[in-house]
């Protein structure tokens, strides 16, 4: 499979830069921005992009990267800090700049046009955000296109087969950057387009057949995105020898256990392990506030169910997981980027790390969007590709104080309103997570002609990109307000409704 390398130099866009590359069909990895030129040569990159970054290429850490990158003969775009960084090392001068420029511009062509910005529209707009900027451009370059905020917004050594770009083309807000990057891709790298979810399949179908043998291969199997699309991918290349375990701890959503049995065991035919663990799971928090308690005994819990699960399916040499290409990136943290700094928090209850297992991660190559577009291929319903996320330790985050049976109970109802509203209206797949949360506070209402005494539920409705920021939704009022009659009305125990107004931060997207 033909691959481009991306130099990570810390910008909160280099992830982005890889999904639009691979949007056109051309598979990208990206490394940390000190590789050196021999790892590049080695893994037979068609092309070299580097990122942007926050620094400015005079402060004192400014990350550097190896110059023989420059010269390993494959085509090289800079983008931004990395126009900067080929600036500086091939002669030319750059000015610094103590503070970044942001906004919108258009750009024009200069001479002849460059085959990086074939078919692009003379004033389509760009986006800028730099510091720096080039003031004299190094020996053997020309200009290819202007701005209204640059001189040098693109510029290239056809013959050396070096560009770079004062702009950023990865990001929506540059109106035909897509183009760009397919022409580096395509016209310039010259590769084709081999990069598709089906391709995708195949090989890593070969790929996983290759690895395991006639071996057996293990999944714990949440019901979330990954682990079901983990599950379909594995079942479509190995069949039989897939074995998946499904715990039900009690914490679920209401009609989650149901949606995961029918779908994989019955419709899939998958070979399936369902333990009921609820009981067990529900007498260990019984007494038990402390959000922090609960976790570690929910992930406990897990791990012991898991294991003991594991034993009754019998001998297995493979251990599979859903883990994503973004865990596997070995990001660059500079000036406090906080794209940089994202944790995946635990996967399904944290496994063991003395378990006697070969890993096999299917998804290991993939980003969220292209883990969804493998599970829609794999004909998995939209109901489980599109879904929000789930936390592993489930509702007792939001179940606030005790965790009971009946609140439980309470808080699964008031959610599947929550959910079914917010499918009826469309916002569900507009938004990153909406749910259900039961707080310990009773309060008094008026039912019919009597006087309740119940509990209340806060309704939170959060827009993200990752999980590590997010802004509450502005839902419509009446949306709001058929949430709030219906949990009312039809959830027994439940005398008022509020909506959570906070951001994060400072508030966290669960409550616990
Ligand atoms: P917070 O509450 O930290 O959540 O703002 C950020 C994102 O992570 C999810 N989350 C978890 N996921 N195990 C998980 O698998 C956990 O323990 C856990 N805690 C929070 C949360 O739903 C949100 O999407």
Not at 228 to 241: N, P, R, T, Y
């Amino acid at each position: 499979m033909e691959v481009i390398g991306i130099l990570d130099f810390g910008s909160q866009y280099t992830q982005v830069i890889a999904r639009r590359v691979r949007e056109c069909g051309v598979y990208t990895e990206i490394f940390h921005h000190k590789v050196k030129a021999r790892v590049l040569r080695e893994r037979g990159v068609r092309g070299i992009i580097l990122s942007g970054g926050p620094a400015s290429v005079y402060a004192r850490n400014a990350p550097k990267m190896d110059p023989a990158v420059l010269g390993i003969g494959v085509p090289v775009l800079g983008i931004c800090y990395g126009l900067q960084l080929i600036g500086g090392l091939m002669g030319g001068e750059v000015a610094r700049s103590d503070h970044r420029e942001y906004g919108k511009g258009s750009i024009r062509f200069r001479g002849r046009r460059s085959d990086l910005l074939s078919g692009v529209t003379a004033g389509s707009q760009i986006w800028n955000s730099h510091g720096d900027r080039l003031e004299r451009l190094p020996k053997g370059f020309r200009v290819a296109a202007i701005s209204e905020n640059s001189p040098y917004a693109a510029v290239e050594d056809a013959d050396r087969r070096i560009y770079g770009l004062q702009f950023h083309p990865e990001v929506s807000h540059t109106a035909e950057g897509k183009k760009i990057l397919a022409n580096f891709a395509h016209k310039i790298c010259g590769c084709r387009s081999e990069w598709t979810m089906r391709s995708f399949i195949q090989h890593t179908c070969e790929a996983i057949r290759a690895q395991v043998g006639p071996g057996r291969v293990i999944l714990g199997l949440s019901g979330g995105v990954d682990s079901s699309v983990a599950a379909a991918l594995l079942h479509e290349a190995i069949g039989d020898q897939l074995r998946c375990i499904f715990v039900d701890n009690g914490l679920l959503r209401k009609n989650e256990a149901r949606l995961v049995e029918e779908q994989f065991g019955k419709h899939m035919r998958i070979h399936l392990k369902c333990v009921d663990a609820s009981r067990g799971f529900l007498r260990l928090l019984r007494g038990v506030t402390d959000p922090e308690r609960k976790r570690k005994i929910i992930g406990n819990e897990f791990i012991r169910v898991f294991e003991r699960a594991r034993r009754s399916v019998g001998k297995a040499k493979f251990l599979a997981q859903g883990t994503l290409y973004p865990d596997v990136i070995e990001s660059v943290s500079i000036g406090g980027n906080p794209a940089a700094l994202i944790k995946s928090h635990h996967n399904v209850g944290g496994l063991p790390d003395d378990m006697e297992f070969e890993l096999v991660e299917p998804l290991r190559q993939l980003f969220k969007d292209e883990v969804r577009r493998v599970g829609e291929e794999l004909g998995l319903p939209r109901e489980i590709v599109w879904r929000q996320p789930f936390p592993g330790p489930g509702l007792a985050v939001r179940c606030l104080g005790e965790i009971t049976p009946e609140k439980l109970e309470i808080l699964r109802n008031a959610d599947w309103v929550v959910i079914d509203e917010m499918k009826r209206s469309g916002w569900y797949h507009k938004v990153w997570q909406s749910f259900a949360v039961l707080l310990p506070v009773r309060s008094v209402g008026v039912m019919g002609d009597e006087r309740s005494y119940d509990y209340t539920i806060a309704v939170r409705v959060v827009e993200s990109q990752d999980g590590m920021t997010a802004d509450w939704v502005k839902l419509p009022y009446e949306l709001l307000g058929q949430i709030s009659s219906r949990i009312i009305n039809e959830v027994k125990g439940v005398n008022r409704v509020t909506f959570d107004i906070t951001s994060k931060p400072p508030g966290t997207i669960e409550w616990e």
